[in-house]
Nanobody, 116 residues
Framework: QLQLVESGGGLVQPGGSLRLSCTAS???????IGWFRQAPGKEREGVSC????????NFADSVKGRFTISRDNAKNTVYLLMNSLKPEDTAVYYC??????????WGQGTQVTVSS
């Protein structure tokens, strides 16, 4: 069974940091990975993505300069380091693994709450 498991979410004060992890039960070598988030009453939106090699990354304008994405293919894990968190970053964060030849997979999500 192919699984993606997100972890690292929680409650943090504004200005704080969290590091999310997305760990796969399968090799991620051939997958681009994206982080998405969905706040209550809003549509799911893309936050950041990283190519299969890790050589290319992209970020939504709302998180540029605050979030960093990285991957460790040896550990089948992708990380999202979130700094200078704001209340508007509150959402359920999901990771997605996408491969043209191997399909598309979603994790179950992890809650991030930014509040004082």
């Amino acid at each position: 069974q192919l699984q993606l498991v997100e972890s690292g979410g929680g409650l943090v004060q504004p200005g704080g940091s969290l590091r999310l992890s997305c760990t796969a039960s399968f090799t991620l070598d051939y997958y681009a990975i994206g982080w998405f988030r969905q706040a209550p009453g809003k549509e799911r939106e893309g936050v950041s993505c990283i190519s299969s090699s890790g050589g290319t990354t992209n970020f939504a304008d709302s998180v540029k300069g605050r979030f960093t994405i990285s991957r460790d293919n040896a550990k089948n894990t992708v990380y999202l380091l979130m700094n200078s968190l704001k209340p508007e970053d509150t959402a359920v964060y999901y990771c997605n693994a996408d491969s043209r030849w191997r399909g598309n997979h979603w994790g179950q999500g992890t809650q991030v709450t930014v509040s004082s």
